[in-house]
């Protein structure tokens, strides 16, 4: 039995009430604590009221894109967003990924795979908010402080969600080194994925454009076929 006020709260945020009830049940099955918003609308008024600690947002929302409110959602909370929709053409996962979401996951999908991604987001995000005692680290122009969450670039402060932190987070404890996809998949995600997914590669070009508008150089590279490495 999980203690109530332990229980990870999670709010779904779609206009497809079966859906949604199907969902809820499985989480709350799970042990996680649901609420659910049909609307834009309704969804913001409930984070105001306390944020949760993760939601699951839908692109085809019927008062306003899904996209809008994920970067509205973005632009005052850091908790873990999963997108949940039924459109597949990578343009529109790009989209939800630039918009400030860490996962995407279409529908149909698997209630298994769901509760697993859920699980690796709250599980990876607790362990980054957990203190660390030598949490700087320092790589030329570059300053990352884990305990604060903060990465500064030339003395300015990147503007980052979740998984940018953590990438960035691991890609320069590992400076030096090349480090494959599939490594910071099982680092970022924390379970298997599609190595065909193109989710990475998305939030490694968000990351050099915030860092190339600083007038920086970005120090992450790519290691053509095997992944990426931090060589600043």
């Not at 030598?134 to 402060?157: K, L, P, Y």
């Not at 953590?166 to 924390?190: H, M, T």
């Not at 050099?208 to 007038?215: E, M, Q, T």
Request: proline share 3%; net charge negative.
């Amino acid at each position: 039995m999980v203690a109530e006020s332990l229980k990870p709260r999670v709010l779904i945020i779609d206009d497809d009430h079966f859906l949604a009830r199907s969902v809820a049940r499985l989480l709350v099955e799970q042990g996680f604590e649901v609420e659910h918003a049909a609307t834009a609308g309704d969804a913001w008024r409930t984070i105001e009221q306390g944020a949760p600690q993760l939601a699951l947002l839908d692109l085809g929302l019927p008062d306003q894109d899904g996209v809008a409110l994920c970067r509205r959602i973005r632009s005052r909370f850091v908790f873990p967003i999963l997108m949940l929709t039924s459109r597949s053409q990578a343009i529109d996962k790009v989209l939800g990924l630039e918009s400030g979401a860490d996962d995407y996951l279409p529908k149909p999908f698997d209630g298994h795979e769901l509760v697993a991604r859920v699980r690796a987001l709250l599980r990876r995000t607790q362990e980054y908010a957990e203190p660390n005692a030598s949490s700087a680290h320092i790589s030329g122009d570059f300053i990352v402080d884990e305990g604060a969450r903060t990465v500064t670039c030339a003395g300015t402060t990147l503007d980052l969600t979740d998984t940018e932190f953590r990438i960035i987070v691991f890609l320069i404890k590992n400076a030096g080194k090349a480090v494959s996809r599939e490594q910071l998949f099982d680092e970022i995600w924390g379970y298997d994925i599609e190595f065909n997914s193109n989710s990475l590669e998305v939030l490694i070009y968000r990351l050099r454009n915030k860092i190339a508008a600083l007038g920086s150089e970005s120090p992450i590279k790519t290691m053509r076929g095997f992944g990426y490495k931090w060589a600043n």
